[in-house]
C-alpha cells in the first residue's frame, strides 16, 4: 500500500477562489482525519469520519469549510471562499481500528494570496 | 473538554544532553497517549504509544494520571532527533484524535 495520498502537494490560489483537497486513505481503514497545521496553533483537528459518516466537525473553523467522504476511498476538503488565513499544511490521516496507529499523508501546503 | 498542552515552542539543547519535552492532558476518563514525531520533509510518524511502555530510539514516555502529564525524555540527545514533536490523545467513544500544538526540537554539535 502507498500509505495515506493527498493532492496536490502544493496549491497557490487567489483569494475568493474555491479549493479542493483530496485524500485515498490507506485501504481497510475506517477512520479518516482533516488536520491544519500552523506556525501558531501546530496541529488542529478539522474533522474526522468514521465509516463514511462525519462524527465530529467542531473543528471546522466556519462555514467557508466542508468536508465529505463519498466512499471508504476518498475524501474532500473544500474551502469556499478562500482567504489569506486559511494558509497552512492540510494533513489527511487514517487509522484501521480504534487505538491504532494513524497514518499520515504527506499534506497539502495551501497558500492564499 | 479533552486537550493536550505542550508548553514549549522550541526546545534547544547540544548534542549529549539530556531532552524533555513536556506534555499535559485533561481527559475524565482513561486516555490513550501518543507522540508522533515529524522530521523534516517527512510526514508525521508514530514514535511512541503509552500502552507499550516501549523506548524508540532511546526516546520515552511515562504516564503519570496523577500530574496528568505524558512527558518525551531521552537521556542523551543526538543531532538526528531535531525535529518537530507532537503529543497526542485520543478520547471518548469515537476515538477522536486530537493533537498538542507541538515542540521544535533542535540538538545542536
Known amino acids: 500500500d502507498a500509505g495515506v495520498i493527498q493532492s496536490p502537494r502544493h496549491e497557490v490560489t487567489e483569494m475568493g477562489q474555491e479549493v479542493t483537497l483530496r485524500c485515498k486513505p490507506i485501504?481497510?481503514?475506517?477512520?479518516l482525519f482533516w488536520y491544519r497545521q500552523t506556525m501558531m496553533r501546530g496541529l488542529e483537528l478539522l474533522i474526522y469520519?468514521?465509516?463514511?459518516?462525519?462524527?465530529?466537525d467542531s473543528g471546522m473553523p466556519e462555514d467557508r469549510f466542508s468536508a465529505k467522504m463519498p466512499n471508504a476511498s476518498f475524501s474532500t476538503l473544500k474551502i469556499q471562499p478562500s482567504e489569506p488565513r486559511d494558509s497552512a499544511v492540510y494533513f489527511c490521516?487514517?487509522?484501521?481500528?480504534?487505538?491504532?496507529?494513524?497514518?499520515f499523508g504527506q499534506g497539502t501546503r495551501l497558500t492564499v494570496v | 473538554a479533552q486537550r493536550v498542552t505542550q508548553p514549549e515552542k522550541l526546545l534547544s539543547v547540544f548534542k549529549g544532553a539530556p531532552v524533555e519535552l513536556k506534555c499535559n492532558y485533561s481527559?475524565?476518563?482513561?486516555?490513550?497517549l501518543f507522540w508522533y514525531v515529524q522530521y523534516s520533509r517527512q510526514r508525521l510518524q508514530l514514535l511512541l504509544r503509552?500502552?507499550s511502555r516501549e523506548s524508540i530510539k532511546g526516546f520515552t514516555a511515562d504516564l503519570n494520571k496523577g500530574e496528568t502529564s505524558f512527558h518525551l525524555k531521552k537521556p542523551f540527545a543526538q543531532e538526528e532527533d531535531s525535529a518537530m514533536y507532537y503529543c497526542?490523545?485520543?478520547?471518548?467513544?469515537?476515538?477522536?484524535?486530537?493533537f498538542g500544538a507541538g515542540t521544535r526540537l533542535a540538538v545542536h554539535p
Open positions: 481527559y475524565s476518563g482513561s486516555p490513550e
Open positions: 469520519f468514521n465509516n463514511n459518516v462525519p462524527i465530529d
Open positions: 485501504s481497510g481503514h475506517d477512520y
Open positions: 497526542a490523545l485520543i478520547s471518548g467513544g469515537y476515538n477522536k484524535l486530537i
Open positions: 503509552h500502552i
Open positions: 490521516a487514517s487509522r484501521r481500528t480504534a487505538n491504532t496507529e494513524a497514518f
